[in-house]
């Protein structure tokens, strides 16, 4: 089955050791998201890929970074993790066709920072 | 910029019992979808609503969109224990390209 796959389900790093999450698609989606949810708010949007080109949302922090090295992968790094940091980081990705903008999220990795 | 605003916050029910979901906005949306997040998990799209006065079912749930197309209503009958989560409905913003808006989230308990 088409999916979007996050790796790992649950990350734990210490306070300002980097730390990179990582996630797949087999939908071949061009556009790829990363979000940010802490406990039952709306996930809220840290950036996207259209295809190659990276928009970021004006206040996601320096320390959140994103790479995209193909269709299939895009990675969140994040430089020097706070406690502020942990929450659930979910990716999810869209067909730019339509007005829907429908989108298919992974399960998410839940980041503690210790 | 536009919100989508999304009542009750909490709702907790017993099994067996209905419920209605708001999702309400000053802006004119041209659709707008509704996720069920599971604990723990990611949300999965449960349905997409894309013309005014649009109503949708799935199995217990109707979807419906407002005439003006600046809100929407989740209806479960019947709620069981598996409809347990959050809620989020979510829409385009006029000129945010390839973004949705969420709304504030509902998040919804049914005991058995």
């Known amino acids: 089955d088409a999916m979007v796959i996050q790796n790992p389900r649950y990350q734990v790093t210490q306070f300002g050791k980097p730390v990179t999450l990582s996630c797949s698609q087999t939908l071949n989606h061009n556009v790829m998201y990363w979000y940010q949810q802490k406990s039952s708010q709306a996930p809220k949007l840290l950036f996207h890929y259209y295809d190659k080109d990276f928009n970021n949302e004006a206040d996601t922090p320096d320390n959140f970074q994103s790479r995209r090295p193909n269709t299939s992968f895009c990675f969140l790094d994040i430089r020097s993790p706070g406690l502020g940091d942990a929450a659930m980081y979910l990716c999810a990705t869209s067909r730019d066709l339509g007005l829907a903008r429908e989108q298919y999220f992974g399960p998410g990795t839940r980041l503690t920072v210790t | 910029t536009q919100l989508l605003e999304q009542s009750p916050q909490f709702l907790s029910i017993q099994e067996g019992e209905n419920l209605t979901v708001y999702c309400n906005s000053s802006?004119?949306?041209?659709?707008l979808q509704w996720y069920r997040q599971e604990p723990g998990e990611g949300p999965v799209l449960l349905v997409t609503?894309?013309?005014?006065?649009e109503v949708k079912k799935l199995k217990r749930l109707t979807f419906q969109f407002g005439d003006a197309r600046k809100d929407s209503s989740l209806h479960i009958t019947a709620a069981q224990p598996g409809d347990t989560g959050l809620y989020l409905c979510?829409?385009?913003?006029?000129?945010?390209?390839?973004?949705?808006?969420f709304g504030t989230g509902t998040r919804l308990l049914v005991s058995p």
């Open positions: 802006s004119v949306f041209s659709s």
């Open positions: 979510a829409g385009p913003p006029t000129g945010g390209f390839q973004k949705l808006v």
């Open positions: 609503v894309v013309t005014g006065g």
